[in-house]
């Protein structure tokens, strides 16, 4: 108890020991929710684990965690196993400080801290890089957010202030090579065709011993105006195409990861980027009709009226190249007698 030396203070006094009686008595109730709430957290982390681990795929409300999924180096796995870590030891030293101890509150703090600014990078990721929110990245945020907010109004303030400073950061940095369109794919092109209509960005996924992506080739060099990136499923060493430029290091594998987010197990696959819609063609037949009408001197469809389509989502055509007719399967090679080489000629 403190002794009240100033005159005419008993007043201040008593009410100052009044508060920190209260504080004294309600003090185990926050770190109580704050722990259960690490605690549900990492619940969800360890059931998302068990399910890519089980399945093979994460549990979500959209394609976006696919999506983001492939374009980041580290298995989605051992993300969530890291997950499960951090929420368990938040959930640790919140329980071991209950009896006030202020080590385990600061240790605690600090973990949220971290935690808010490894999630600034990655909401930036989302937004800027893959132009796409990941629902299931979006509630474990959330869980980072609310346990902040319930640690305290110091707690909130240095958050924003570091949470503002990362993305800060981050949007000051440039993290694609320039003229890319943000969808991350530049990384797993082999070759760029420049041609006079540059209002739309391509990639076109091919391998080299399939016939049906030979044929989709051949078109675009008998006539091409449109910009077409290469991006192969499989390393290939020679690769003839009229007046592109080559890149020698290349990643097939983001390729391969980027359809298998899709979900599309067929090749070839033909990605456009038109204004506020990205549009998936796949199979022989549908990439070249859209090539005849877009990419050569002739009058293009309006492909805008096909389906409803959210900005910046992806809209796979429907009806376009159905399994075996025009297509050859992304985990085997066509008839080698049938596809001869699909990128060796001029």
């Known amino acids: 108890m403190e002794c009240c030396i100033v005159p005419n203070s008993t007043v201040l006094c008593n009410l100052r020991q009044h508060f920190n009686k209260y504080d004294s008595k309600h003090k185990k109730k926050p770190p109580m929710i704050r722990a259960i709430v690490a605690f549900l957290a990492s619940v969800l982390t360890v059931v998302q684990a068990f399910s890519i681990y089980i399945q093979g795929q994460t549990l979500c409300f959209n394609n976006g965690c696919a999506i983001v999924d492939s374009l980041t180096t580290v298995s ?6 890291a997950g499960f870590l951090f929420f368990q030891t938040l959930f640790w030293c919140l329980l071991w400080g209950r009896d006030g101890s202020g080590y385990w509150h600061k240790f605690a703090r600090l973990l949220l801290l971290a935690g808010l600014c ?18 299931y990245c ?9 346990l902040n907010v319930l640690s305290g109004p110091r707690q909130i303030f240095r958050g924003i202030v570091l949470f503002s400073a990362v993305t800060a950061a981050c949007f000051g940095l440039q993290f694609r090579a320039a003229g890319g369109s943000g969808l991350g794919l530049d990384a797993g092109s082999m070759a760029i065709a420049v041609g006079e209509k540059k209002e739309a960005q391509h990639y076109l996924f091919f391998s080299s011993t399939c016939a049906h992506c030979e044929k ?31 890149f020698a290091e290349y990643n097939p594998e983001i390729n391969l990861n980027f359809l298998k987010s899709l979900a599309i197990k067929e090749i070839p696959v033909l990605v456009s980027s038109q204004q506020q819609n990205i549009i998936v063609l796949r199979g022989e037949q549908g990439i070249r009709e859209y090539l005849d009408e877009n990419c050569r001197e002739t009058k293009a469809i309006d492909y805008s009226g096909t ?3 959210v900005p910046t989502e992806y809209m796979i055509l429907p009806g376009v190249g159905n399994q075996g007719d025009d297509a050859c399967p992304v985990a085997a090679d066509c008839d080698p007698e049938v596809s001869g080489e699909a990128a060796g000629k001029q």
């Open 307 to 309: 389906s409803s389509v």
């Open 216 to 246: 989709v080739i051949d078109a675009l060099r008998e006539e091409n105006s449109c910009t077409v990136r290469f991006n192969p499923i499989e390393r290939i060493e020679d690769f003839a195409f009229p007046g592109v430029e080559y």
């Open 76 to 81: 989605p796995l051992y993300f969530n196993i």
């Open 118 to 135: 490894a999630e600034a990078v990655l909401v930036f990721f989302q937004y800027s890089i893959v132009t796409v929110f990941c629902s």
């Open 138 to 146: 979006m509630v474990v945020f959330a869980f980072i957010v609310l």
